[in-house]
C-alpha cells in the first residue's frame, strides 16, 4: 500500500492557520481589550504545550496554566501583569475546552491538552519563524488556486466542446 505524498495533518495545520488569521483579526475588531488577552494567553499557552510540555497526559490546573503563560511572556521579554492573567485563566480554560483544544480531566482538577490543541500550538510555533508564515500563505494561496483554476479550464474545455458540437 502506497501513502499519500502529502500527510493530511499537513492540510489540518494550514486549517488551523487560517483558524489563526480568523482569531487574531476577531480580537483585534473586538472593542474588548479582556477578549484580545484571553485570545493572546491562550496562544502563549497552546504554544508552550507544543513545545515545552513533556509529560502529555498530565493534568493542567489553573495555576500551572498562568505560570506556564508568565514564563513564556517573560522568555518574550514581554511585560505582562500577573494580576491580569490569574483574572482570565478560567476564560482561558473554558476558550480551550469549547475549541477543542484540551478536555477536562477525569478525577482531577485540571485540563488536558488534545492533540488539537498540540497541532495548533505548532502552528502557533511555526508562525513564530518568518520564512514558517510565508510557507502558509504560500499554501493557502496555492490550496485556492489549484482548484480554480482547474474548475476554469474545465469551463472553458466545456464551451469549446459545445461550439464544436454546435458547429
Known amino acids: 500500500m502506497s501513502s499519500l505524498p502529502i500527510k493530511l495533518e499537513f492540510f489540518r495545520k494550514l486549517e488551523l492557520y487560517q483558524e489563526v488569521i480568523f482569531e487574531n483579526n476577531k480580537s ?42 508568565l514564563n513564556l511572556y517573560q522568555k518574550k521579554k514581554e511585560a505582562i501583569s500577573e494580576t491580569l492573567v490569574e483574572k482570565e485563566v478560567a476564560n482561558v480554560r473554558k476558550n480551550m475546552i469549547s475549541r477543542g483544544f484540551a478536555k477536562n480531566s477525569k478525577g482531577s482538577i485540571g485540563i488536558i491538552i488534545t492533540k488539537e490543541g498540540f497541532l495548533m500550538g505548532r502552528v502557533l510555533s511555526d508562525l513564530n ?39
Open 28 to 69: 483585534k475588531k473586538a472593542g474588548q481589550e479582556a477578549l484580545r488577552e484571553v485570545w493572546n494567553f491562550e496562544k502563549a499557552f497552546l504554544e508552550w504545550a507544543a513545545t515545552e510540555h513533556h509529560h502529555r497526559s498530565q493534568p493542567l490546573d489553573d495555576a500551572r496554566i498562568v505560570e506556564e503563560i
Open 129 to 167: 519563524k518568518k520564512r514558517n508564515r510565508a510557507f502558509y500563505r504560500i499554501f493557502i494561496f496555492l490550496t485556492w488556486a489549484v482548484p480554480i483554476t482547474a474548475s476554469l479550464m474545465l469551463f472553458i474545455n466545456f464551451f469549446e466542446k459545445l461550439i464544436d458540437f454546435y458547429n
